[in-house]
């Protein structure tokens, strides 16, 4: 149990509290608008447009604390992520410096691309390939 509220605590440090709120993240991208799940309420929200460098901060290689290594790149206006040579996961801008997949895992970056936490990394497609904690939010830093 006390594992799980640090766990929570980390994400809520690394979120801004709108964020927060949002740790389960069901995300769909329908073109101009992008549906966060929050709970069992779907919300419309204005999709959040990265100034034309802002994403340069996030592309380098993270070691996790698992050992695990992810990736981020852009190709035009979209986000991915990937771990070694696995498939690229698209991910969606939340807020500066947050992202979600379609899938629900929610990457936070803090001190300018330095920092990086990453929760729900079990619904990735490639985690089910390494062991992966639920309950873990895992941290990297440069």
Known sequence: MSKMIICALA??????????????VPVQSTGDSIQVKIGKNPVATTPYVLAPQEFNTYVQPYLLESGMVLTFEQRSHRYFTRMRNE???EIFPLAAGVFASANGTLFVFRDEGDTIAVSHMERLPFAGNHLVDTERVYVAQR
């Open 87 to 89: 498939p690229k996961v």
């Open 11 to 24: 994400v809520l440090a690394f979120a801004s509290p709108s964020i927060a709120t949002a740790q389960e």
